[in-house]
């Protein structure tokens, strides 16, 4: 691949049933590329967990992801209310999703994690009132 | 084993993924928390779940899984249908409780997915 791909996506934050749709298109695209399925599933699993996490905690946001002849970079944005305190969220099975998420499948502390888990580099950088971007990358070799 | 094995012996009712029914599959997980699948990215073909809403669908095509079944009877929407049909997933109910469906499909040889 000589040039950068990039698709940009603005996820509805008002939908919990259509969340998460940026993310299967994402996976589609990335296949048309080529891109091996092991590096999509990182990626889609890693945008997923994002997009949920901004349909819940931020009433939407943006996602946008570049790939290169190196990495697939995504970047998440929203303008919700931010994160307090950045290492308890990062702790598994701490969550402040209320108890109806809860009931739709979400919630129980694995987004953040997760998404760190499934990517070679995250950085969040979050202003209490203002919102969150989360940068991940995920490196094609 | 073949799905088309798992729809057997959960007696249960196809709702998508005619074409798919021979379809090898090799381990299974069972869990209404999509947060908790979402965790393990083992090759995990089918999924049982009680949840029933669209996130069951998307978890079950972000995991590159190959079938979902819905345990008590819990009956998926036509939006779902569409959503695994676009996603070649196979989606079908059955009539056991979660613990016996597993029960069944553990016994006739489908393991879980290791710890990763």
């Given at each position: 691949m000589s040039e950068n791909v990039t698709f940009h996506f603005d996820v509805d934050g008002e939908n919990f049933s259509s969340a998460g749709e940026a993310s299967v298109l994402?996976?589609?695209?990335?296949?048309q590329l080529g891109i091996s399925p092991e590096i999509i599933r990182r990626v889609s699993i890693a945008m997923y967990e994002g997009e949920i996490n901004m349909v819940i905690h931020a009433e939407g946001g943006s996602a946008d992801v570049t790939v290169t002849d190196k990495e697939v970079a995504i970047v998440l944005s929203d303008r919700g209310p931010g994160i307090p305190d950045v290492s308890l969220a990062m702790q598994e099975g701490y969550s402040t999703a209320?108890?109806?998420?809860?009931?739709?499948?979400?919630?129980?502390?694995?987004?953040?994690?997760?998404?760190?888990?499934?990517?070679?580099?995250?950085?969040?950088?979050t202003k209490l009132g203002v919102g969150t971007t989360i940068t991940m990358k995920v490196k094609l070799s | 084993m073949k799905i088309s094995r798992?729809?057997?012996?959960?007696?249960?009712e196809l709702f998508c993924g005619e074409d798919k029914l021979d379809t090898e599959v090799y381990s299974a997980c069972c869990s209404d928390m999509m947060s908790d699948v979402l965790a393990f990215v083992k090759d995990q073909g089918v999924l049982l779940t009680g949840l029933v809403n669209a996130q069951v669908v998307r978890t079950a095509e972000m995991m590159d899984m190959a079938c979902i079944v819905f345990v008590r009877s819990k009956t998926p929407s036509a939006d779902m249908i569409e959503l695994a049909r676009e996603s070649g997933i196979v989606v079908?109910?059955?009539?056991?409780?979660?613990?016996?469906?597993?029960?069944?499909?553990?016994?006739a040889g489908l393991k879980p997915v290791g710890n990763n």
């Open positions: 994402v996976k589609k695209k990335l296949r209320r108890d109806n998420i809860r009931a739709l499948g979400f919630g129980a502390g694995m987004g953040l994690p997760n998404m760190k888990k499934y990517t070679d580099s995250m950085e969040i950088e | 798992i729809k057997d012996l959960l007696g249960a079908m109910k059955s009539g056991y409780r979660a613990y016996e469906a597993c029960g069944a499909l553990y016994s």
